[in-house]
């Protein structure tokens, strides 16, 4: 791998004489190493400390001004280091414009965005031709044509399901229950115009998978079938409104949900492996229809309801962790056994847990076992013997 070239920073501190040893207080060698010479970093040298940087003055190749705290201080591209370093750092265009001819050339093609390079002026900064102030009024026209919006729309607008255009200055609504989940707490809802309703459930669906055993067994190629009932799509219980509006308008999210986390994986391992999503509904909890159930048994489909497997799942975690604290409680018992309740740390884990998993009682128990074995151990004869 070649050695980076040195910045131009650093190429003008050393024609002035600066060295690694000596260098001004606003520059800094950076942490990482590249070879065996100090310079030889990845940033290409020495780089300003960024109290420094984000007080220098900039303009852009149309005139306007720009601090250094509001520019992009590394970008990589087209072999260029567009930094403050490089005298070239870059700043997204607010007006998005794209071959600009006051531009550097090589930032014409930026796969859609509009990079602006900027270099470092004496002249003091003035923010009336500033892209601050440009980026202020753009914010401005922004907040201004939502609430535009929002008037037209009777108010049915809201934040997380709006979109701003930045290059045609236009808000447009996406309405997806899923960012109410993730992103909303409040009551009312503006895309529904009232309150939410107050009842919480889940959106529940049925997974049925197949495929062919290929194991080379007496039942190799046939097929298997089986449907787990009852799973659920969200975490947590949340508004029926947001159930029911995901059921409608979002409902493939659960096959892209899960496929992405599981079904891929399966159909790797068996090419004849196949999923299908049956019977998404909204409910406060999951219900069961017995009748169906034996229907699908009979037909040779394996059932199982994701409750079920939840419930077996919580007892046998609670088994585990039972069976675990078993071992500590003995582990403990014979700890009091050996060096007595008293002389537990009053405020270690030990004596937490003996007051936390023993009763008094058994304290008790235990204190009259350690006496009396320690007077059985004093109580021992001992032999003597005739060559001492």
Known sequence: MERPEYNLLTQKLLAEGYSVENYPDYVQIDTSRWGKDPLEKVSGGFEYKRWYSDR???KTGCGKYVMGSEVMPHMSYMDVDWTH?????TILCPYHKSGCEQNDPRLFETSGFSFCACHQTEEA????????????????????????YAFVHNGRACRNHMYYDEKNGTWSLN???????????????????REKNKKRGNVYYDLKTSFIRQDGTLFDGEEVVSITKGKQFFKAPVSMDICEAFIKLQSGEIYRKYLWEQGTLFMMMNKTWKFEILNIRAESKPSRDLLKDLEDIKAGIDIVHESDLIKRQKEFEQARKSKRQEKEIKKLENKILQTGYDNLSPYGA????????????RIAELEKLRLQKEMEERNKPVQLSLFE
Request: glycine share 2%.
């Open 56 to 58: 220098l003055v900039y």
């Open 85 to 89: 370093e490089n005298n070239c750092p």
């Open 125 to 148: 900064y003035q923010y009336d031709n500033s892209i601050e102030k440009v980026l202020k009024e753009k914010e401005q026209e922004k907040e201004r044509k939502y609430q535009e």
């Open 175 to 193: 309405y997806a229950p899923l960012q109410c989940v993730n992103r909303c707490n409040s009551a009312y809802c503006p895309i529904l115009g």
């Open 350 to 361: 030990d004596r937490r847990h003996a007051d936390k998993w023993l009763t008094k009682e």
